[in-house]
């Protein structure tokens, strides 16, 4: 799968861009906050419908356009994928509400037919690095489940479907929990709401741990690679409920015990999980709301035993992020016969010399690959001879050709 053709309208600091897009590497150089990563930001944005830099879409269209009562950004690809050409379009349509209050509408249109989220994302693949994403690793549980839903989301047909039906079900079955626990009733009302997780939460756990098995054996041979052999990488998949879960008892397995969930049937799961919400029925209603389910799943990232989340230098999370991002392309591609645009943000920045030539001839293996840079002395010439050159200032984009603008 590759892009071949960007238009962008009121899309961050870009009034209008409109670009063809070759099917080969591409530099975007310039200096700080010019746009080189809002490039970035958009095509990833027609992957996975939703921004890296923000949890506000509202903040993607352009400031000054924003300051209208009705104001559109307007994002266009053309790609192929497999031997069809298609054309994907998002509007940003932000509305004022009230004097002083504004709401963003989305509206996705894939080959001129506006269709529903879940049913068009996986159809554009990309996948992205970018700096500040070392919060996968250094931040909070949500952060690594939001990695991991947006990778799923984008791969398993029906998975972003299963996730809204289960998170809207969780927020019924919260509200329900609270009321029982204020004012009393009959816990059998939960019986519904308790089907719903179920079915959903079985499918979603059986789909993370299917997803974490096989990216982390892509992930520790690129790790290894990157490292030349010097550490090992695990990524351990902790669930909330776990089906594997210890008999009462028995002392509790070490994080860097490996635990194969990977031979568990999704029926198994389901029954396993409708019996915890079960036997943990009181104890939810006396705290107000649900503790077992995906909701509440971990991921951790381990380095020659280390947890790099408490304990994993700077250069070794960088290191693991990088694996885990080229691990997730190779995923991608295995999972869906097409390979994803790979995008990737001041990536050779904090890498020492081999490790920059070991990314660099990784690359050649890509379909297509968009790279961000301050500085092209960090790139080989025969690399930097061999790519398309974007020169980004201002909202702007200049090709050159051969060294000279174009």
Not at 120 to 128: L, P, Q, S
Not at 271 to 296: C, K, M
Not at 357 to 368: G, N, V
Request: hydrophobic share 40%.
């Amino acid at each position: 799968m590759h892009l071949t053709h960007l238009s962008l309208t009121n899309f961050r600091s870009f009034t209008r861009l409109d670009m063809d897009i070759p099917r080969r590497v591409i530099l975007l150089t310039g200096n700080n906050a010019q746009g080189k990563t809002s490039v970035l930001e958009a095509v990833y944005f027609l992957a996975a419908f939703t921004s890296f830099q923000t949890h506000a879409d509202r903040q993607l269209v352009n400031f000054l356009e924003a300051r209208k009562e009705l104001a559109v950004g307007r994002l266009v690809a053309e790609y192929v994928r497999g031997p069809t050409k298609h054309k994907l379009e998002v509007r940003l349509v932000l509305e004022a509400v009230g004097a002083i209050n504004q709401r963003l509408r989305k509206e996705i249109l894939l080959d001129g037919i506006k269709r529903p989220l879940s049913e068009v994302i996986g159809h554009f693949n990309a996948v992205i690095f970018v700096p500040q994403m070392v919060q996968i690793i250094e931040g909070g549980p949500e952060e690594r489940r939001r990695y991991l839903n947006l990778a799923l989301a984008q791969t398993i047909p029906g998975y972003a479907h299963l996730l809204n039906e289960y998170s809207q079900a969780l927020t019924q079955r919260n509200a329900l929990l609270k009321l029982l626990a204020e004012r009393g009733g009959d816990k059998s009302q939960l019986d519904f709401w308790d089907e719903t997780i179920t079915r959903c939460g079985a499918t979603i756990i059986l789909r993370r741990i299917e997803a974490v098995f096989e990216i982390e054996k892509l992930a520790s041979q690129i790790h290894r690679d990157l490292t030349h052999g010097t550490e090992i990488l695990r990524i351990h998949y902790q669930p909330a409920y776990d089906p594997l879960l210890s008999p009462v008892g028995q002392i509790a397995m070490p994080l860097k015990t490996t635990v194969q969930r990977n031979s568990l049937s999704e029926e198994e799961i389901r029954q396993g999980y409708a019996t915890a919400l079960r036997n943990n029925r009181s104890e939810e209603i006396r705290r107000g709301v649900t503790v077992l389910g995906p909701h509440r799943d971990e991921l951790r990232f381990l380095a020659n035993g280390i947890d790099l989340s408490d304990f994993g230098s700077r250069g070794q999370v960088r290191t693991t992020l990088l694996a885990l991002k080229l691990a997730e392309t190779e995923w991608m591609k295995a999972r869906t016969g097409q390979w994803p645009v790979l995008l990737l943000d001041e990536v050779l920045a904090e890498l020492d010399t081999q490790r920059r030539l070991d990314l660099l001839a990784y690359l050649e293996k890509i379909e297509q690959a968009m790279l961000t840079t301050t500085d092209l002395k960090l790139f080989s010439s025969n690399f930097v001879q061999k790519a398309e050159k974007w020169e980004v200032a201002n909202g702007t984009v200049k090709i050159f050709e051969n060294g000279k603008e174009g």
